[in-house]
């Protein structure tokens, strides 16, 4: 079965209501390729704001999911509250939640149990920091997010992975064709030999950390990157040419 493209605009704390309605029109007129799910993520008090305007065929995304039911937990969102929203994804272990957040691989985890079994499926991501490459543990640190969070997940259809280097994130410097596509296989080789072979063939894996306009198509060529998880761009005119970057 062939992957779908998947691209994910990542908007964080970005944007005002005025900008971000003018980012759902941007993406409301294009012209994008069919062959491309595509998802964004605003910051959540404007997530209704987005869902209302943007046309149908674009999914919604939250950038963050707590891991227990309605109740006593002030400052959070719960899964029922984001399905009651009509917003049907969310992203998990953004690095930057891991780092300036704190959240361990075994709460990411979590999350991604209650979301998924919730029905929301979820932008799983990964990454390693610059001195995890630079100590030769990229594979070694990907393999332990991924054999956190993978007893977790029974249905594989609700997850799509994002690997992310730290170092690429927000900084202009992307991997190179050749760095993401190693990581890219030897998650789905992990994914093989430690879930299931269809699940290894029909995982979509999202390269996300400074994709822009210019640098998509290059990326997007390779076999193991099925779309991108793109911040910046995301709140640009050339997310567009990023969401379709396949074609
Ligand atoms: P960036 O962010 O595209 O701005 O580097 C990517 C991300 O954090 O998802």
Redesign the pocket.
Same mark, same amino acid.
């Given at each position: 079965m062939a992957r779908k493209f998947f691209v994910g605009g990542?908007f964080k704390m970005n944007g005002t209501i005025e900008s971000i309605k003018g980012i759902v029109k941007n993406l409301n007129d294009a012209k994008l390729d069919p062959n491309t799910e595509v998802v964004i993520a605003p910051p959540a008090l404007y997530l209704l704001l987005v869902r209302e305007h943007l046309k149908n065929g674009i999914e919604v995304a939250a950038q963050n999911v707590f891991d227990k039911p309605n109740g006593a937990f002030t400052g959070e969102i719960s899964v029922s509250q984001l399905k009651d929203s009509g917003i049907n994804w969310t992203i998990l272990g953004?690095s930057e939640r891991r780092t300036i957040l704190g959240e361990s691989d075994k709460v990411v985890a979590s999350k991604t149990k209650f979301a998924t079994e919730g029905g929301i499926s979820v932008i799983w991501c990964c990454g390693e920091s610059l001195e995890d490459r630079e100590a030769g543990k990229t594979i070694e640190v990907i393999e332990k997010q991924l054999a956190a969070v993978s007893p977790k997940i029974g249905d594989w259809k609700k997850v799509v992975i994002a690997y992310?280097p730290i170092w690429?994130?927000?900084t202009g410097k992307v991997a190179t064709v050749q760095q993401a596509q190693e990581v890219h296989a030897a998650i789905r080789k992990w994914l093989k030999a430690n879930v299931s072979e269809t699940v290894a063939a029909e995982t979509r894996i999202l390269y /996300? +950390?400074?994709?822009n306009g210019k640098n998509c198509k290059e990326l997007a060529k390779e076999e193991d990157i099925d779309g991108f998880?793109? /911040? +910046?761009?995301s709140l640009k005119p050339e997310f567009v040419d990023i969401i379709n970057a396949s074609q």
């Open positions: 990542n953004h992310e690429a994130i927000g /996300g +950390g400074s994709v998880l793109v /911040g +910046g761009a």
